[in-house]
Every structure is written in C-alpha cells, then in structure tokens.
C-alpha cells in the first residue's frame, strides 16, 4: 500500500509565497512520478504540476506557470513552491504518484490533501 502525507498548507494573503511537500511511504511503484492536483470548492479537480522521477522534467497547468515551481528532493518527496498566491488558488492540494499516460499525467494514487486558502 502506497502512503502520501501532504504539508505546508495554510492561510495566506494575496500575493504572499507557500511551500508545500509531500513525502511517499510504502511499497511505491518503480520509477513514478509526483504531481499535484487541487480542488475549490464547487469545481472539479484539476491538475497543478508534476516531476519526472529523475526530478530533471517538470510540467505545469497553464494557470501557475512562472508562478509555482515543483520538485524532487528524492525518489519519494516532492514539494510545490507556490509564489504570488491569489485568491483564485484557494483549494485542497493533492499530492499523487503515478505515470505519464499518452500525453498527460496519469494519477495512480492520492493523499488526504492540504487546504490552501488565499485571502484578498
């Protein structure tokens, strides 16, 4: 079974900067990548941003481009540094395991989520 633990999450002001991490446990896949997704309330979950397994290929939503920046520090943590926060961010972020699928990332497995909340 495959354990993804979120931290980091927390109330902010617009413009402010958070940082959040992800450290995997248990029998993980072989060569996975890490991504995060998020979630407002009322709308459907979307993707954020994943890492390659060799932490050297990143790939981001539109939305956060030049504004996040995810990493590797290892084969099982993974962290999202989040910069000029606005209150559109607001959501749960989910940290996932899993495979680039076709021409997207594919997540196979899910944490609890951490709740960001970005005050104007």
């Known amino acids: 079974q495959v354990q993804l633990v979120e931290s980091g999450g927390g109330l902010v002001q617009a413009g402010a900067s958070l940082r959040l991490s992800c450290v995997a446990s248990?029998?993980?896949?072989?060569?996975?990548?890490m991504g995060w997704f998020r979630q407002a309330p009322g709308k459907e979950r979307e993707f954020v941003a994943a890492?390659?397994?060799?932490?050297?290929?990143t790939y981001y939503a539109d939305f956060v481009k030049g504004r996040f920046t995810i990493s590797r520090d290892n084969a099982k943590n993974t962290n999202l540094q989040m910069a000029s926060l606005k209150p559109e961010d607001t959501a749960t972020y989910y940290c996932?395991?899993?495979?680039?699928?076709?021409?997207?990332?594919?997540?196979?497995?899910w944490g609890q989520g951490t709740q960001v909340t970005v005050s104007s």
């Open positions: 890492v390659s397994w060799s932490g050297r290929n």
């Open positions: 996932t395991i899993g495979l680039w699928s076709g021409s997207e990332y594919s997540p196979n497995y």
């Open positions: 248990g029998r993980t896949p072989t060569m996975y990548m």
